[in-house]
């Protein structure tokens, strides 16, 4: 049985809890799994709820321990919260057991190297796409062994980016490697930004990232599960 991981902390549970309603609409067969702390609540719908010790808070690198403790023996969907399915999800395309999702929206754009006041002066001048070629919002598995690789990658990053971006770098150096076949995700049907939306057949997944989390709402209320 396929299955849903994502990771929620903290009190406010309205975007967690929409993003599984959806999936319950569209893929009923699907289970449901949260990875979390050891306070933050249970979402509506969940079929289980793993839980270790968040010791700091850098978030990022704590979604990325809890992934790469979860053991699954299914293929797994590792999805932001802010996201919504609009149809039965399903993996476009050869299975090769391990997919990320490929960046298309904005990758032309100059990166912001000082994004939340960090110096990512490394970075500066470059394209978004050039830097972060994969999006860290779905990724498709079948064994956690990629999530390990990518745990020990971030965690040799420089501690800057454990709270933001250190997800990406990593998934970009472990795919780099070619350790293992890697298949693609498209983002216009994976993690399709709102005003991307096409004209004819829906995406997979709407993702509702940053100043676009209004339009979650409207979307879910469209999809009855508001």
């Known amino acids: ?7 929620h902390i903290g009190d406010d549970t309205q975007l967690a809890t929409l993003m599984v309603r959806s999936f319950r609409k569209h893929n009923p067969d699907f289970r449901m799994v949260q990875v979390a702390d050891l306070t933050s609540p249970r979402i509506e719908g969940v ?18 321990r809890c992934f790469a403790a979860l053991s699954t023996d299914e293929p797994t969907w590792f ?14 395309g050869p299975d090769t057991g391990t997919a990320v999702c490929q960046r298309e929206f904005g ?12 110096d990512m002066s490394e970075y ?12 860290g919002c779905a990724t498709y598995l079948h064994r956690s062994d ?11 990053l420089h501690p800057k980016f454990h709270n933001w971006f250190g997800d990406q770098d990593a998934i970009r150096n472990v795919v780099a490697s070619g ?6 995700l498209p983002e216009s049907r994976y993690a399709c930004l709102p005003e991307h939306a096409p004209t ?12 676009r989390k209004p339009g979650m709402f409207q979307r879910a209320g469209e999809e009855g599960v508001l």
């Open 124 to 135: 500066a001048g470059r394209t978004l796409g050039s830097i972060y070629p994969y999006v």
């Open 47 to 64: 079929d289980e709820v793993v839980r270790q010790a968040m010791t700091d808070r850098s978030v990022m690198l704590f979604r990325m």
């Open 1 to 7: 049985m396929p299955a849903i991981a994502f990771m």
């Open 79 to 92: 999805l932001d919260t802010d996201m919504l399915s609009v149809r039965p999800l399903v993996l476009d």
């Open 200 to 211: 004819g057949e829906l995406p997979y997944i709407f993702h509702y990232k940053g100043q």
């Open 146 to 156: 990629f999530w390990i690789d990518c745990l020990a990658d971030m965690e040799a």
């Open 107 to 118: 990758k032309d754009a100059i990166f912001n190297h000082r994004f939340g006041g960090m």
């Open 179 to 184: 350790r293992r076949p890697v298949s693609m």
